[in-house]
């Protein structure tokens, strides 16, 4: 059996200079602006909707308690297919199921950019999920096949990773001025007129990838278990965010969540050609680059969430106030991003990973220090320099999950490194982010949050420190 992916050959058009020189011919920035663009319009689309909601609801007759499935219906399918979809990009083509990703969420937000009713609204938002699932891990495994491992790979994953963290704090800002000046459909119109930006330059500039020879066949118990077992997590903790862990459904989902996902793990250790290599799993950079992940944006995501009201609720900031507070903070992560690759290039991403990780906790620690009745300048200065860290511990704990890994299992690899961002995203407020408002003051609930999420960073990083001590395989 031999599986080609066609990396070799795909990339040496674009790499013209030694793989140990960061710069990047003309090519090859050309192929990492497409690349980036795709993985920016799906970061955006995480947030460009969040403060048209209320307006969005009283347009289309959506009531504030299924509001939330303006957000749900996206989260679901671009969580829960990742996995899925990268090992599908592995054995079937990257390039064409990229494009395909492309095509599908283009018209998807088109959909929603013309919805008439609630049902094709959440129509499309669902149908936008899936293509993000499809482009963010097929992006991802594009990006890491066409730049090799070392300085190149580090600069294409800094500024990935930058563009990222640019998308949701830019995605905040935008979706309020759009939503105010043109409407909330105008937010949707933008995210399908970027996919056909990126889907009319996509075709002549991407290497194309390509199996040869005898193709295992597609895991499908793994894949119907674990996909299954992650849009039940996803669920539960989406809905919980919204309704609290009160309900019956959210545990009753969540417990058949972690049922699929442990009959996952068993189906993969007898599986022939399983959809998850459990070694791979097994491995330190896998494992603990993960677990750095997971935590770097699930406890973020907290911070931003639990900032936004303090800000708003606690010093009576206006939405405008707020957005520029992480204006900043999205500028600083831009300064970040040009300085991580240099950083992870002097010290290695596994070092930089576990720096990065007690910074993001020390400085969220310093949120410590706000006020009642002051405290917007504070605010603005430790989740800025708290953002700059979880910038740098999101490109190293990508480069040290991808680092070794076999070309042919890149889409596993970045898809795992993509599940994780999504899961973390999801995971982070219905986990720490509703103690804030269940406490008999916001402003203490806020202090409470930010000390548990300092004190699970911190704690993240000296695990990680241990985990990744020892260089293995």
Known sequence: MAIDTHTAAATAPVLTQDPEDNRLSGRAKLVLFVLCAAQFMVALDFSVLNVALPVLGDDLGLSTSTLQWAVTAFALPSGGFLLLFGRIADLFGRRKLFLTGLALFGAASL?????????????????????????????????????????????????????????????????????????????????????????????????????????????????????????????????????????????????????????????????????????????????????????TFSMMSTVVFVLTLYLQEVLGLSSFQTGLVFGVQGVLSAVAGTLAPKVIGRFGARRTLVFSLLGQGLFIAALLGIGSGSGALLATAAVSLASMFHLGAIISYGLTVTSGVPDEEQGLATGLVTTTQQVGITIGIPLLGVLATTQNSLFHGVRTVLLIDAVIVVAAAALVAVGLGRRTA
């Open 111 to 295: 959909l929603a950019t013309l919805a008439w009713d609630p049902a094709s609204f959440l129509t499309g938002r669902a149908l936008q999920g899936l293509g993000a699932a499809v482009i963010v891990p097929t992006g991802m495994s594009l990006l890491t096949t066409t730049f090799p491992e070392g300085p190149q790979r580090d600069r294409a994953l800094g500024i990935s990773g930058t563009l990222l963290s640019l998308g949701f704090t830019v995605g905040m800002v935008l979706g309020g001025v759009m939503t105010d000046t043109l409407g909330w459909r105008s937010t949707m119109g933008l995210l399908a007129v970027a996919a056909v930006i990126v889907l009319v330059l996509a075709p002549g500039l991407l290497p194309e990838s390509r199996t040869t020879g005898e193709r295992p066949r597609l895991d499908v118990p793994g894949a119907v278990t674990v996909t299954g077992g992650l849009l039940a997590v996803i669920y539960a903790l989406s809905t919980a965010a919204q309704r609290g862990f009160g309900g019956v459904d959210v545990w009753g989902t969540l417990v058949v969540g972690l049922a699929l996902l442990a009959a996952f793990v068993a189906v993969e250790s007898r599986a022939a050609a399983p959809l998850v290599s459990l070694p791979m799993l097994k491995r330190r950079t896998v494992a603990w680059g993960n677990l750095a992940g997971l935590v």
